[in-house]
Each structure stands twice: as structure tokens, then as C-alpha cells.
């Protein structure tokens, strides 16, 4: 495990999985291509949660089950104690360090809050200004150290695919564009690294980030846009750990409620069936 005092040694986690991002055989442009073969487990968001974290990590058992890939997403901006430290700058190295113990079954996406750190776009949680909150937790944990290791998670951050695709028909990212976004919504910016255009409000990227309030009737247009039969994002929480919405899943994993789904890649689903996979953290030992 990587102490937290290690400023130098959380940096070049974070850099070397930034690397590997970037390089992952399975990426093309923005987009995840995953092949019809082992098992990917999907989480939602994650927020800090480290117990959980380390309940994923026992599940997916990478050491000795090399076909198991597992996606996070939104590790970032805990819900501290009244007057605490935000300390999810802990867990993104802990990610970062699975990442460069198994590069090819870790595998992250971009959310709307990795992205708005990285930006430097302040977001108000409880009342909280985020990204500030954010920065004055890493200082707490680093010290001295503190500007070396935001320099490496915002390079981390700057690496993050936007989606992901399997074989089976499932599409896999933080959120979907909402109804009224989807007239703009252009997915060919998936095939390339997204623009500035693309990441900022208006854009598609920001839009696939951002987007609520979704209805049966818009996951059927997005379907015909992305090529897609199901879709499995975070964003939207679940205090009960998860909700199905039409041909869409919304897990939650940063809560005791908190969930993820294992998913069979070499077959297909009924939105029914992918549900009944959902498992929660807290029945895993």
C-alpha cells in the first residue's frame, strides 16, 4: 500500500497509470473496445470509499483470475466528517497502483468530477466547495509534497477515456446526455481525444458527463446513436445502491448500500438479467 506521506512515490503511480491509460490496447480515441471474452466488473461512484474499494479489490481477485477486467470511475471528493479532511486523493493512488500492478484488467473512465478537478471548475456537494476541499486534503496528506501529487493526478486525470463499449451490446460510461441534449449530442467525438469544444457546457463530452433525468424514451435514441442494446453508468446516486431505468442501469458504490455489476462479456442480456448480476459490497467478505 502507498503511504500517504510518499509524495514522490504517489506521483509516479500516478503518472505511470496516466501512461498506461493512454497506451491501453483496447482504447481507440476516447472510446474502451472490450472483446467478447472473461468477465468486466463495473462500479459506480466511488467518492472516496476506500472499505469499498478494498472489497472490489477481493472480488475481482485479479492475482489469480487473469480474464476478470474491472472499470472505476468518480473516485474523487469524499463526503468528509463536519470539519474533516476531504482524503480521496488516497484512493486515487490506490487506483493508480492497481492500474500498474494489472494493466490490462484495471481500467478507469472519466467522470464529471475528475474532470471539473482538473479544470479547476469549482462544484458546491453539501454545501462544500469540492475542488478546494479536494486540493486542502492533499496538502493535509503531503505537506511539502502536495504540489508534486496534483501535478501527477491532474496529468492521471488529463489520461481518462471517456466510455466504453463490449462485444454484447453494453455501453458503459458516468452518465448519458440528458433528453434535452441529445438534438446536439454528436458521438463521433468518442473516436478521437475530445476537444476543449467538446469538454466545455454545449459540448458532447461535457453532455455524456453531465447528463440527468433520463427516460426510457431518450435511452432508446441514444441506443440508435451509440449503437448500444444497455447501458450501465454512475452519476445519478442511489441511496439503495442502484435503479433501472428503461434499457439503463445507474449503480452506486460510494455508501454501506453500494453495488457493482460483474458482467459476462462472451454473452448477452436482457436489461432483467443484467440486473439480477448486481451485487453489493457488503456481501463481499
Known amino acids: 500500500m502507498v503511504e500517504l506521506t510518499d509524495a514522490k512515490a504517489a506521483s509516479e503511480y500516478l503518472r505511470r497509470a496516466a501512461q498506461l491509460i493512454r497506451e491501453d490496447p483496447i482504447r481507440r480515441g476516447a472510446l474502451l473496445n472490450f472483446p467478447a471474452a472473461g468477465q468486466l466488473v463495473m462500479t459506480g461512484d466511488l467518492h472516496g470509499n476506500a472499505p469499498n474499494f478494498e472489497k472490489l479489490q477481493r472480488f475481482c481477485c485479479l492475482w489469480r483470475c487473469p480474464g ?22 488516497d484512493l486515487l493512488v490506490r487506483a493508480a497502483a492497481w492500474k500498474c500492478e494489472y494493466p490490462d484488467n484495471v481500467y478507469f473512465l ?13 462544484i458546491t456537494k453539501g454545501g462544500r466547495p469540492v475542488v478546494q476541499d479536494f486540493e486542502r486534503g492533499a496538502r493535509y496528506c503531503f505537506g511539502r509534497g502536495a504540489d508534486l501529487v496534483l501535478e501527477a493526478a491532474d496529468e492521471y486525470m488529463r489520461s481518462l477515456p471517456l466510455a466504453a463499449r463490449a462485444a454484447n451490446g453494453i455501453f458503459l460510461s458516468h452518465s448519458l446526455p440528458d433528453p434535452y441534449s441529445i438534438s446536439t449530442f454528436d458521438p463521433s467525438f468518442l473516436l478521437r481525444e475530445p476537444t476543449e469544444q467538446d469538454l466545455e457546457p454545449g459540448g458532447s463530452a461535457y453532455a455524456l458527463l453531465w447528463g440527468r433525468f433520463h427516460t426510457p424514451e431518450s435511452l432508446d435514441l441514444l441506443a440508435e446513436m451509440l449503437g448500444a442494446d444497455l447501458f450501465v453508468v454512475g ?51
Open 68 to 89: 476478470r477486467r474491472v472499470i472505476l470511475h468518480e473516485l474523487i471528493h469524499e463526503d468528509p466528517e463536519f470539519g474533516g479532511y476531504d482524503l480521496s486523493i
Open 110 to 122: 472519466q467522470s464529471n468530477h475528475e474532470l471539473s478537478q482538473l479544470r479547476r471548475q469549482e
Open 235 to 285: 452519476h445519478t446516486p442511489q441511496d439503495e445502491g442502484y435503479a433501472v431505468i428503461g434499457r439503463m442501469i445507474i449503480l452506486a458504490s460510494d455508501h454501506q448500500h453500494g453495488t457493482f455489476l460483474p458482467i459476462d462479456l462472451h454473452r448477452r442480456y436482457t436489461i432483467e438479467q443484467l440486473e439480477s448480476n448486481i451485487r453489493k459490497f457488503a456481501s463481499v467478505e
